[in-house]
């Protein structure tokens, strides 16, 4: 097959997540459902289930930058995904990875907690995203506590700057542009918010579900990854991958005991009246 022929490649950086709520095997599902081929580096190791997580165990940063860079010379990659890092070492072998390639789009998830509240990520691990990864980011979607905890150093916690404002910090920090969203805010709708070097470039709103869900960060960095590999810019990529994340919530299942799980591959399903 000639290469104008391959389904577009991303390689994404994250956790294991064996449960198949979130993690690498949640980004897996959501490109392939959105028609990519998945490259899969693995950043750490966890235990958990639908409920929360248990532990977590960083892979060697070696490790981690021989999977990217043996894949990365064998095939032609058109966007970068990253998620759950695992310690600093992996950051900054990350960073010096994908510095090598600064024309292909790179979305960052920036996971600071789990969605049950788990702390994934330690004040220096943050600090090096915030260094070392951010100023190569074409794309950041902190939800909106980690919109705030990114843009607030401990100096000027205590200031309580506002969603705008702390896009503002993020963007100046490096990242060309971010989308904060509004899960954790209040009212009856969900508002997500885009914002570049001038502003905000768009926010949309959405109905707010009634469940609580694992791994719908993942999805929606994942999705807008997908629509960046098929030539999408990002404003159009954002809400695409917005209405692709908010289907896969609608539809989405429980498995377990704990929260929901997005419906990634909602769409081959059947409706149940028929």
Not at 34 to 58: F, K, N, R
Not at 102 to 124: R, T
Not at 160 to 168: G, I, M, Q
Not at 196 to 215: F, V
């Amino acid at each position: 097959m000639s290469e104008d022929l391959l389904p577009p490649i991303v390689m994404v950086f994250a956790a294991s997540d064996p449960s198949g709520g979130a993690g690498i095997q949640a980004d897996i599902m959501t490109l392939s459902s959105m028609g990519c081929h998945p490259l899969s580096v693995i950043t750490a190791l966890t235990v958990q289930d639908s409920a929360g997580v248990e532990s977590v165990l960083a892979v060697d940063a070696d490790w981690v930058a021989g999977q990217a860079r043996a894949l990365l010379e064998d095939m032609p990659v058109a966007a970068f995904k990253i998620g759950m890092l695992g310690s600093v070492e992996n950051i900054a072998a990350i960073a010096e990875i994908v510095a090598d390639y600064p024309e292909i789009p790179l979305v960052l998830d920036p996971v600071l907690a789990s969605g049950s509240g788990d702390e994934l990520a330690s004040e220096d691990m943050i600090a090096a995203l915030c260094e070392l990864l951010l100023p190569q980011t074409t794309l950041l979607t902190p939800n909106s506590l980690e919109a705030r905890h990114l843009a607030t150093d401990a100096d000027d916690a205590a200031s309580d700057p506002d969603l705008p404002e702390c896009a503002r910090r993020l963007v100046d920090a490096g990242a060309e542009f971010v989308l904060v969203t509004g899960t954790h805010e209040p009212g009856m709708q969900v508002v997500n918010s885009l914002y570049g070097e001038a502003g905000l470039i768009r926010a949309d709103a959405w109905e707010r579900l009634p469940d609580s869900y694992h791994g719908s960060g993942c999805t929606l960095a994942s999705a807008i990854a997908a629509n960046l590999a098929n030539g999408l810019d990002v404003a159009e990529a954002v809400y695409d991958a917005q209405e692709y994340t908010w289907q896969t919530l609608a539809n989405g299942f429980r498995p377990g005991m704990g929260q929901h799980f997005p419906d990634r591959f909602f769409w081959v399903r059947e409706p149940e009246d028929e």
